[in-house]
């Protein structure tokens, strides 16, 4: 038996062996209060490098995109997930898109997606992990998904317009440079550029309101044209 039942403080910020008669967590911050019999109210900070359980992960082949979804449980101190993405054939994943955290606190069931756009449609495999990443920067890799589909043979699926963005939906079928180029109903050319076989995003603000041409050669060979209208 011991020689003596006292209790004896170890530190000034040490709240050594004393009977604990309640506990609160605050789960926007994590921290911790602590309350004692006779010792008073003690208050601490609970880090977690790894804060969120992902429930599930999950993708599927859409006609012209990949969807990506999951579901999490116990998102504290979480900044969000970074998506991450790679074909097959390839070593290395290449980040694509952030999502930014919901951060509802200690909860179970909070759903996420991610539609990828961009993802080369004429690849037959694609692969996809999150790297979850928490306020502290430290971060946690999901399992990784693969999403099959059947390939598409066309170099151009098709264009799109915002105010700002034209985008060309471009696949990698041969794996050589293609030359993209836009021209006015004038025929002055105001964009002309060399590119990989892959989704270009063109930026056009700063364009004037009309309508445009857009071209896209491989090699000596005009492989797809279409016009669209900007606002």
């Excluded at 079928?173 to 105001?190: A, F, L, P, T």
Aim: proline share 3%.
């Amino acid at each position: 038996a011991p020689a003596s039942t006292a209790w004896v403080q170890e530190g000034s910020t040490e709240m050594g062996n004393v009977v604990i008669s309640d506990l609160a967590l605050r789960p926007s911050d994590n921290t911790l209060i602590v309350g004692t019999h006779g010792y008073g109210i003690w208050k601490t900070s609970i880090t977690s490098a790894l804060p969120v359980s992902l429930t599930s992960f999950s993708g599927k082949s859409q006609k012209s995109y990949n969807a990506l979804s999951w579901v999490v449980a116990n998102e504290f101190n979480n900044k969000g997930y970074v998506v991450e993405r790679r074909y097959k054939g390839e070593n290395n994943f290449v980040e694509i898109g952030f999502v930014a955290a919901k951060g509802y606190g200690n909860n179970t069931g909070v759903n996420y997606s991610f539609d990828d756009i961009r993802s080369d449609l004429a690849n037959p495999q694609t692969f996809y992990r999150l790297r979850q990443v928490d306020k502290d920067d430290a971060f946690k890799y999901s399992p990784v998904v693969m999403i099959s589909r059947t390939p598409s043979f066309k170099l151009v699926e098709y264009i799109s317009t915002n105010a700002n963005t034209l985008l060309v939906r471009m696949n990698n079928i041969s794996g050589e440079k293609i030359m993209v180029k836009v021209s006015d109903m004038n025929g002055r050319i105001v964009y002309r550029q060399n590119v990989s076989a892959s989704t270009q995003q063109i930026p056009i603000g700063n364009w004037g309101p009309g309508a445009y041409i857009t071209e896209v050669w491989l090699g000596n060979k005009r492989e797809f044209v279409d016009k669209f209208v900007k606002q």
